[in-house]
């Protein structure tokens, strides 16, 4: 079992940035990849950022150029640096994992970009 620890979600005006990290309990080399997900309201959970255990990482199009995902691999801690962020990055973002040929989400964390 892994449990996923995510903060960081804050209200933020339009143009700022954010830092949200996820802290993972498991500490062994079986965590192949983590990211993040995002859900608004009224809309499906949708894909933002993963990076694997070597360091490869994925973007929404949405978002490159904007977030920046990045891992402590010794603290098994993933954290997304959101800039310039827009009202339509509003949403409850999730960290995710895939250990052992298993999915494993966190509890999410709010997100609000508004003026």
């Known amino acids: 079992q892994v449990h996923l620890v995510e903060s960081g979600g804050d209200l933020v005006q339009p143009g700022g940035s954010l830092r949200l990290s996820c802290a993972a309990s498991r500490s062994d080399s079986s965590i192949a990849l983590m990211g993040w997900f995002r859900q608004a309201l009224g809309k499906q959970r949708e894909f933002v950022a993963t990076i694997t255990s070597s360091g490869v990482t994925n973007y929404a199009d949405s978002v490159k150029g904007r977030f920046t995902i990045s891992s402590d691999n010794a603290n098994n801690t993933v954290h997304l640096q959101m800039n310039s962020l827009k009202p339509e990055d509003t949403a409850v973002y999730y960290c995710?994992?895939?250990?052992?040929?298993?999915?494993?989400w966190g509890q999410g964390t709010q997100v609000t970009v508004s003026s």
């Open positions: 995710y994992a895939f250990v052992a040929e298993r999915n494993y």
